[in-house]
């Protein structure tokens, strides 16, 4: 039996990559790799919408946050579908 108890109370953590040529996009990775072997879909979606809410807290440009929020109401709209 292997029995993992995180220190970190998050799943996922999101950054923005990108340039103005290609466009920015937000990009996710696990904070611990344990993790990635027991999610469900919308367990994984939930944490992706927590990760981006937290990065779109700090975001400084409005390039950034308009992708941030577009990506939020991406991940519901997707959530939403596994859901029902």
Same mark, same amino acid.
């Given at each position: 039996?292997?029995?993992?108890?995180?220190?970190?109370?998050?799943?996922?953590?999101?950054?923005?990559?990108?340039? &103005?040529?290609?466009?920015?996009?937000?990009?996710?990775?696990?904070?611990?790799?344990?993790?990635? /072997?027991?999610?469900? &879909?919308?367990? /994984?979606?939930?944490?992706?919408?927590?990760?981006?809410?937290? /990065?779109? &807290?700090?975001?400084?440009?409005?390039?950034?946050?308009?992708? /941030?929020?577009?990506?939020?109401? &991406?991940?519901?709209?997707?959530?939403?579908?596994?859901?029902?």
């Amino acid at each position: 039996m292997n029995i993992i108890e995180s220190e970190t109370p998050y799943l996922v953590e999101a950054r923005t990559c990108g340039c &103005k040529e290609r466009g920015h996009s937000v990009s996710y990775h696990f904070i611990e790799s344990s993790h990635s /072997l027991c999610l469900e &879909k919308g367990e /994984l979606m939930l944490a992706q919408i927590q990760a981006c809410e937290r /990065l779109l &807290k700090y975001a400084k440009d409005e390039e950034e946050i308009n992708v /941030l929020k577009e990506e939020i109401s &991406k991940l519901r709209l997707a959530l939403d579908l596994v859901r029902y």
